[in-house]
């Protein structure tokens, strides 16, 4: 049992698609993370959530904390937005991270 | 400022050897983070410091493992007796408070291939 569970695994998109990705969690949390991961494995942090929604730029990431779901919507995608996206939760004493979705945009 | 180093960025070891992997800060950050990725598999977190001190250390995969963290800044992570499955990249990150509200910093992470 995953206490974060990430969809879709893999994602193809086309150059200006709207790309959401979904996380569903299992556990209490005091804050949720979205990273990202470009190939080389560097990772960067998106957005960090309790409630509500963030914007930076064409992401945003929506929280709701009573159905244990977030989810990141990449608008106008672009060929460098080609990376793994995770989703991790922070319980105040451990991170749970997803699996991550693999998203590849093509030009 | 710099960001969170970790080193070496590469270490090859062979299998019953210890090694030690080392993660610097960002100064001034009160909290840091142990996480290491698999091949192919998704981040698994170790365990945190808030200052020097470790209120969690069950995720650690073993009694092999440790980690400390000295004066609140440098910390580093100890794997006695190396087995291959604990070839992994092992990561760092680093932020200005536990709180929930902080924002975490990632270093690039020690590749560890354990032959």
């Known amino acids: 049992k995953n206490e974060v569970e990430q969809s879709p695994q893999n994602l193809t998109a086309q150059e200006g698609e709207f790309i959401t990705i979904n996380c569903s969690y299992s556990?209490?949390?005091?804050?949720l993370h979205w990273l990202q991961q470009h190939p080389g494995g560097g990772i960067v942090s998106l957005f960090m959530?309790?409630?509500g929604k963030k914007k930076h730029g064409r992401l945003i990431a929506t929280i709701n904390i009573q159905e244990k779901h977030s989810s990141l919507h990449i608008t106008a995608s672009h060929p460098r937005d080609s990376a793994v996206y995770i989703c991790a939760v922070n319980t105040g004493n451990q991170f749970y991270f997803g699996t991550g979705t693999s998203l590849t945009v093509i030009p | 400022g710099a960001g969170v180093s970790q080193s070496p960025s590469n270490k090859v070891t062979e299998k019953g050897k210890d090694v030690e992997l080392r993660c610097d800060p960002i100064s001034g950050h009160t909290a840091l983070y142990w996480y290491r990725q698999s091949l192919g598999q998704g981040l698994e977190f170790l365990i945190y410091f808030q200052g020097n001190s470790a209120p969690d250390k069950s995720g650690l995969p073993s009694d092999r493992f440790s980690a400390e963290r000295t004066g609140g800044s440098v910390s580093t992570l100890t794997i006695q007796r190396t087995q291959q499955e604990d070839s992994a990249v092992y990561l760092c990150a680093s932020s200005p408070s536990s709180r929930w509200e902080s924002p975490l910093h990632f270093g690039n992470g020690t590749r560890l291939t354990v032959t």
């Open positions: 556990v209490g949390i005091s804050a």
């Open positions: 959530l309790s409630s």
